[in-house]
């Protein structure tokens, strides 16, 4: 009778829980302050993937970490950090970080410069992926796809074709944990051609980097 109470509570507070970002030994990294000097030291283990650039690669398996907001690059840490976000091959180098060391290369990150040169889909299904974009993603991620920094919306200008198009077949797949569940509740129903189009659509916004408020 105790157990089965125990577990009613656990999952209601599952249900209802909303991201506060698990606890991380040190204090939670988005309320420090980064310092990008120091950053660019922590970032120089992180280069040896993500590159110097930031830039990461066109074929998808590294994303555009440059110009990103510095609290969405915090929260993806958190997540890797603690499996919320699965990232076996970076998992030892997110644990190995303090708070203060995700805060400082965060916003080293966020000053490396975005790229009009990232990868690219095959431009043929724009008209498509423009309808999807303005219908079902704007709201969020901005006219321009520049996110929202205080509602940890990641800007998607400038980002790889074949990591976002990747992204969102894992989100639709359920293998990316950390997905936003409203987010979810669109992609659902995209097929395979819908997150072409889109993806592509979102790779071809005009590049620039958000402001730093
Ligand atoms: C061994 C390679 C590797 C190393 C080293 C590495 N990463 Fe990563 N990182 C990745 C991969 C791969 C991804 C994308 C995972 C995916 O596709 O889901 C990623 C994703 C990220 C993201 C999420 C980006 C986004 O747009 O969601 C951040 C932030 C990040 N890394 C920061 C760092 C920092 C800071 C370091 C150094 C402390 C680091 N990484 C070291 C491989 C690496
Ligand atoms: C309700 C708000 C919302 C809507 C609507 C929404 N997104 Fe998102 N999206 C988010 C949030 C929040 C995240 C970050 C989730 C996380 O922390 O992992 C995200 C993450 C992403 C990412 C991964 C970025 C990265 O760096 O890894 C892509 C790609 C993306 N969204 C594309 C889209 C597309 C395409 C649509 C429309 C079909 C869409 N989103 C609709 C809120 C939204």
Not at 19 to 31: N, Q, R, S, Y
Not at 45 to 74: E, F, K, W, Y
Request: with cysteine; charged share 25%.
């Amino acid at each position: 009778m105790k157990n089965a109470k125990l577990l009613t509570l656990c999952l209601a507070l599952a249900a209802t829980a909303t991201w506060a970002g698990p606890p991380v030994a040190g204090g939670d990294p988005l309320k420090l302050k980064g310092n990008a000097k120091q950053g660019e030291e922590v970032y120089e283990v992180c280069s040896a993937c993500h590159l110097a650039s930031g830039i990461g690669r066109p074929d998808g398996t590294l994303p555009v970490i440059a110009g990103q907001h510095t609290n969405v690059l915090v929260k993806q840490m958190v997540d890797i950090r603690s499996g919320h976000r699965d990232n076996p091959t970076m998992f030892p180098f997110a644990q190995s970080m303090s708070p203060q060391e995700m805060a400082d290369s965060a916003a080293y990150m966020h000053t490396l410069k975005l790229s009009a040169k990232n990868g690219k889909g095959s431009g043929k299904n724009m008209k498509r992926g423009k309808e999807l974009y303005e219908k079902d993603c704007k709201t969020c991620h901005g006219g321009n796809g520049e996110g929202d920094e205080a509602k940890l919306i990641p800007m998607l200008t400038g980002q790889h074709f074949k990591y976002m198009q990747r992204q969102l077949d894992e989100m639709r797949a359920g293998k990316r944990k950390n997905a936003d569940k409203d987010m979810l509740k669109v992609i659902k129903a995209y097929s395979d051609a819908d997150i072409e189009a889109v993806s592509d659509f979102m790779a071809r916004l005009p590049v620039a980097a958000p402001k730093k408020k």
